[in-house]
T-cell receptor, first 113, second 112 residues
Framework: DTGVSQDPRHKITKRGQNVTFRCDPI?????LYWYRQTLGQGPEFLTY????????KSRLLSDRFSAERPKGSFSTLEIQRTEQGDSAMYLC???????????FGSGTRLTVV | KQEVTQIPAALSVPEGENLVLNCSFT??????LQWFRQDPGKGLTSLLL?????REQTSGRLNASLDKSSGRSTLYIAASQPGDSATYLC???????????FGAGTTVTVRA
């Protein structure tokens, strides 16, 4: 499979717990993005990496959120002390260059109870 | 701040009808525009990518046009089928800022 892979597909967690999501981009794509999508809305930008460098973080990304991309390969998104408002679909996308557009993964659906 | 609007929010048509989905954006200095399809509970599938220098792109039954000066794009789906039922999202990318700004989508139902 040469697409963008995300794991897990679904995560149900209790409020206050920490969760971590993983994204494996297309191997030759040096740019990796995280977006969050709530029901009935379009995805909203969270952060992006060029290789291992995190170049921008949205104001949506509170201090409870952290993202890493060690060695410029896969990326993880961690949410600490989850809140019910964190319930959403978390989407990862990768790109080899803006002119080629983006490829999205299937997303991780987070439900905080 | 780039605002992207998609009208209508929902659309229901009988099978065989042509679909016309609209997308408007406030900042015309876009780098490119991409149309995506999203099935319920799933990720996004890229349909068409239009560079700012292009006026349209076609793939099979799909055709997307871009008018940068008026801040509009239209996605046409010819001879709709029940399998076309999904949410269609448009997204624009600005200049060196590689972030995508998305509309809220148009949810399409094609009735058999």
């Amino acid at each position: 499979d040469t697409g963008v892979s995300q794991d897990p597909r679904h995560k149900i967690t209790k409020r206050g717990q920490n969760v971590t999501f993983r994204c494996d981009p297309i191997s030759e794509h040096n740019r990796l993005y995280w977006y969050r999508q709530t029901l009935g809305q379009g995805p909203e930008f969270l952060t992006y990496f060029q290789n291992e460098a995190q170049l921008e973080k949205s104001r949506l990304l509170s201090d409870r959120f952290s993202a890493e991309r060690p060695k410029g390969s896969f990326s993880t998104l961690e949410i600490q002390r989850t809140e019910q408002g964190d319930s959403a679909m978390y989407l990862c996308a990768s790109s080899v260059g803006q002119i080629y557009g983006y490829t999205f993964g299937s997303g991780t659906r987070l439900t905080v109870v | 701040k780039q605002e992207v609007t998609q009208i209508p929010a929902a659309l229901s048509v009988p099978e065989g009808e042509n679909l016309v989905l609209n997308c408007s954006f406030t900042d015309s200095a876009i780098y490119n525009l991409q149309w995506f399809r999203q099935d319920p509970g799933k990720g996004l599938t890229s349909l068409l990518l239009i560079q700012s220098s292009q006026r349209e792109q076609t793939s099979g039954r799909l055709n997307a046009s871009l008018d940068k000066s008026s801040g509009r794009s239209t996605l046409y789906i010819a001879a709709s089928q029940p399998g076309d039922s999904a949410t269609y999202l448009c997204a624009v990318s600005l200049g060196v800022d590689y972030k995508l700004s998305f509309g809220a989508g148009t949810t399409v139902t094609v009735r058999a």
